[in-house]
C-alpha cells in the first residue's frame, strides 16, 4: 500500500493523531442578547418585538426586531463574521410567528460575486430556517432584509444563519485524516 499511496502510508504510520477539522455554523440575531449581536445593525425606524422565532440555535426569549412594510428606506444588516474562512456558505433566514407578517420581504445576500435579491414570504411560515441559497462570502458579505412592500404590514429580522460548505478537496483531505487515526489505532 505504501507504493501505490504514499500520502495514506505516511498518515497511517504517523504517530500524531490527525483529527477532522469542523467548520461551525455561525448565527447573527437582532437583539441584545443573542449570538454575534454586534455584526447586527439597521437602518430607518425598527421596533423591537416580544415574538422570536425558535428555530434551531436560536437564543430563546430575547425578541426580535421589526419596521413596517408601508415606507421605504428601512433595511436591517446581518454582516458575516471576520475570522470566518472565505468560501462557500448557505445561507438561512428565520423569523417569528409574529403579527401581521407580510409577503415580498427583500432580502440581499451581498456576496463575492455581487449581490442577489430573493423575496420571501414571511407570511407562509415561520420559526423556521429558511434557505436563501449558497454564495461564495468574505469579510464584506452581509444579508440585508428590505421591509417595504407598499402594503400595510411588518417585516421581521430575526436571525441569519451562514453553513461553510467545504470544498471536495477539503472533504477529501479530512477524509483521509480520519482514516490514518483510525488505521493507527488498530495497529
Not at 24 to 41: M, P
Not at 102 to 119: D, L, M, P, Q
Not at 147 to 171: H, M, Q, R
Amino acid at each position: 500500500m505504501s507504493k501505490a499511496f504514499p500520502l495514506l502510508a505516511m498518515l497511517a504510520a504517523s504517530t500524531v493523531l490527525i483529527a477532522p477539522t469542523a467548520f461551525a455554523d455561525f448565527i447573527v440575531e437582532s437583539r441584545s442578547g443573542g449570538q454575534n449581536y454586534g455584526l447586527y445593525s439597521e437602518v430607518g425606524s425598527w421596533s423591537n418585538s416580544s415574538g422570536k422565532s425558535t428555530a434551531p440555535g436560536v437564543t430563546p426569549g430575547i425578541g426580535s426586531r421589526y419596521s413596517s412594510t408601508l415606507y421605504s428606506g428601512r433595511y436591517a444588516n446581518f454582516a458575516f463574521k471576520a475570522g470566518e474562512p472565505t468560501g462557500l456558505y448557505e445561507v438561512f433566514v428565520t423569523w417569528g410567528a409574529n403579527a401581521n407578517r407580510r409577503a415580498g420581504i427583500e432580502h440581499k445576500v451581498y456576496h463575492t460575486g455581487g449581490t442577489t435579491s430573493i423575496y420571501v414570504d414571511q407570511s407562509a411560515t415561520a420559526n423556521t430556517w429558511v434557505s436563501l441559497g449558497q454564495f461564495t462570502l468574505d469579510t464584506s458579505s452581509k444579508v440585508q432584509i428590505h421591509t417595504y412592500t407598499g402594503v400595510s404590514g411588518s417585516g421581521y429580522a430575526d436571525a441569519v444563519k451562514f453553513v461553510y460548505i467545504p470544498e471536495p478537496a477539503t472533504l477529501a483531505v479530512l477524509g483521509l485524516g480520519a482514516i490514518a487515526s483510525l488505521r493507527r489505532r488498530r495497529a
